[in-house]
T-cell receptor, first 115, second 113 residues
Framework: DSGVTQTPKHLITATGQRVTLRCSPR?????VYWYQQSLDQGLQFLIH???????AKGNILERFSAQQFPDLHSELNLSSLELGDSALYFCASSVAFSGGYNEQFFGPGTRLTVL | AQSVTQLGSHVSVSEGALVLLRCNYS??????LFWYVQYPNQGLQLLLK??????LVKGINGFEAEFKKSETSFHLTKPSAHMSDAAEYFCAVESNTGNQFYFGTGTSLTVIP
C-alpha cells in the first residue's frame, strides 16, 4: 500500500458524459501528478500540482481539467467523454518536486470505461 | 527536453537467468533516473533511483541499475530471475525543473519456469 488513495476504482459511463476522479496523496506529500495509461499510448503525464498550484501540464486535453484543494486532495475532471478516453488514470504523490528526491508514490488507479 | 527509450517491449527469461532491461536517456544535464515496476492491476512501485550519489544503484527485490554517462544508459539488472518478477517495468527521467516525469514505453518481463 503506497498510501495514495484513488476513488472510484472503476467507472463506466457513456460518451458525452462528465466524470470526476479523486486522489488523496500520502500524508505530508504536497505534490500530486496525474497520468493516463492506455495500451496504445503508454503512460502519459497529464498535469502536476504542488501545494494547490499548477506546476506543469503534459498531454492533457482541453476537455480535461484538474485542481488541488487546500487539504491537498486532487480531482481530475473529464468532460465530453469519448471512447478513446477509456484508460487507467493514475495519480502519484511526492513530498516535493526538488530534483533527486522526487520519489513518486502511485495510487492503485481508476479504470475508466466509456461506452 | 528529457526523454527515455526502453529497448524491447517484451523480454523473456528463464527462471534463474540474468534479467537485463535496457533504458537509454536523453538529457542535456545530469538526469535523475528511476525504474518502476507495475504488477497486473496495480499502480507503479519504485524499484530504484539514480540521484548522482553513486553510479551503481541497488533497489528492492534484488534489482540494481548502473548509470553510464558515456553510453547515456541506465539499464536494470537482476542476477537471477524469479517467477514473481514477471511484470511491466518502466524507466523514467525527471525534468530539470522537477515538475514532471517522462516515462518510457515499458518492458514486459516474462519469466519462464
Amino acid at each position: 500500500d503506497s498510501g495514495v488513495t484513488q476513488t472510484p476504482k472503476h467507472l463506466i459511463t457513456a460518451t458525452g458524459q462528465r466524470v470526476t476522479l479523486r486522489c488523496s496523496p500520502r500524508s505530508g506529500d504536497l505534490s500530486v501528478y496525474w497520468y493516463q495509461q492506455s495500451l496504445d499510448q503508454g503512460l502519459q503525464f497529464l498535469i502536476h500540482y504542488y501545494n494547490g498550484e499548477e506546476r506543469a501540464k503534459g498531454n492533457i486535453l482541453e476537455r480535461f481539467s484538474a485542481q488541488q484543494f487546500p487539504d491537498l486532495h486532487s480531482e481530475l475532471n473529464l468532460s465530453s467523454l469519448e471512447l478513446g478516453d477509456s484508460a487507467l488514470y493514475f495519480c502519484a504523490s511526492s513530498v516535493a518536486f526538488s530534483g533527486g528526491y522526487n520519489e513518486q508514490f502511485f495510487g492503485p488507479g481508476t479504470r475508466l470505461t466509456v461506452l | 527536453a528529457q526523454s527515455v527509450t526502453q529497448l524491447g517491449s517484451h523480454v523473456s527469461v528463464s527462471e534463474g537467468a540474468l534479467v537485463l532491461l535496457r533504458c537509454n536517456y536523453s538529457s542535456s544535464v545530469p538526469p535523475y533516473l528511476f525504474w518502476y515496476v507495475q504488477y497486473p492491476n496495480q499502480g507503479l512501485q519504485l524499484l530504484l533511483k539514480y540521484t548522482s550519489a553513486a553510479t551503481l544503484v541497488k533497489g528492492i527485490n534484488g534489482f540494481e541499475a548502473e548509470f553510464k554517462k558515456s553510453e547515456t544508459s541506465f539499464h536494470l539488472t537482476k542476477p537471477s530471475a524469479h517467477m514473481s518478477d514477471a511484470a511491466e517495468y518502466f524507466c523514467a527521467v525527471e525534468s530539470n525543473t522537477g515538475n514532471q516525469f517522462y516515462f518510457g514505453t515499458g518492458t514486459s518481463l516474462t519469466v519462464i519456469p
